[in-house]
């Protein structure tokens, strides 16, 4: 549809008739606007009929003609002789009111009639106009802001409307930080009070980041409209308060030794954290405390009670806690890394080194000699020194009781390095271990806080080849007694069983 200007515009024409000469007749309706009343949303409008001949004139006294259209009075008027091309033969005009969004289309007609020649006929035309600008609007805003900063946006408010301004977090209907602005263009700042600031801040409690909608609302009479444009908002510097925390040792064995709740013996001690109430952490900005966070575990945050990790066999020298809120917010509260050196023990486990049985004469002998080593942590725990014990317990392989051994087989020690070497007692009438047979054998050595325990197999005492100067004995000793060649037990030919 086609949009009025400030000069008329042709909108329509209808035919009338053919004269004896072959000229015809028409009438023509156009229109045009002469202004625009943005306060009052309005425009002036004419409306004009006009005739067209192709011919000289037309000899009648006795044509009508009239135009109309939207919010115009109807005009009608004698029309005498149209001459060749065209005539004005009547004009009206008035103010078109817009509707609410500025728009409005026009539509007009005109009318001509000859009655002496039969001709009559009415032109139809419509047209739009141009917009009226109406509500404001904004122009122009900040992609994010933060919960310590002020937001602003631009506007253009061309019909001079009365305006108001909010923020609305995660949009949800409540408008936060309302103001009324005034002029038809310019750039609106908030200046937030720290209350306000905590208003937006208390519609996010889960999350750093939110939708935060700048909202333009503008009247013109009577009417409301709203503009609005969506940014993101960040809460920042929002990390919970750190709590005060008390660091004790809650296994009785290590306290023992130590002599002091205030110790840690590393990989023994059972590691205590706790936090009263009068010292717990505390959430910033309009998050609440969810719990704390230490080395893997968890506990759940309290206002009212005490929050105590226990973590047994605790090997760190140190630890990092959390303090975590609703927002997810979880910079380390607390970093003990190292513990300071008067709080911790670097402990360490015995390590096994090397063992070996042996028995004399040359491995044929009942006498058993036992040597061990290894490393231990050297050192004072503070109430006790670290020391070592060992003691040992053997079997025949073929049986099922243990024995125990009954000679002191305590290690001598080097800086962290111990170890022993020595003949041992057995369970025979020369306290030593039968030849005919081996033994399973297990050396256990203890400290104030770990053992370890050594396997071993003391073989037989009884040799495969025996030597006795030029004599020669095959499964077991040489027995001087007999004399000869000896042979010891069955002896077997291609499988065959010969004695």
Known sequence: MAILTTEYQFLGQAYLGTDSYNHSLYIRIYAKYSTQEINNNRSYVYYQARTYFEGGYI?????SGSVNGTSANTVSNTVTRPTTGENIIATTEGWVSHDNDGKKSISCSASLSFPNWGWGNTANGSADLPNIPRFATITDYPASFTDEENPYFKFSNPANASMSCWLEINPTGEHLATRTLSGTSGTYTWNLTEAERNQLRAKTPNSNVATCRIGLYSTIGGTTSPNYKDVQYRIVNANPTNPAIEVVDNNQITKNLTGTTDVIVRGHSTLGVNIYPSYKAIAQKGATMKKYTLEGYEQTYSENQTVSFSIPNYSKNGFTLYSVDSRGNSTPSINTEPFPSQFFIDYFDITKGAISLARGNSGVGEEVTL?????????????????LTATYKYKKTTSNIWITGTTTINPTISNNNFSYSGQIAGNTQSHGFDIDDSYDFEIVISDSLSTVTFSAILGSGKPAIALCGNKLALGDKYDTSLG??????DIYINGNRIS
């Open 59 to 63: 000899i009648d006294q006795q044509g």
């Open 484 to 489: 000869g060649i000896q042979l010891w037990g």
């Open 371 to 387: 040597s061990y080593s290894g490393t231990f942590w050297n050192g004072n725990f503070g109430a006790a020194d670290n020391s």
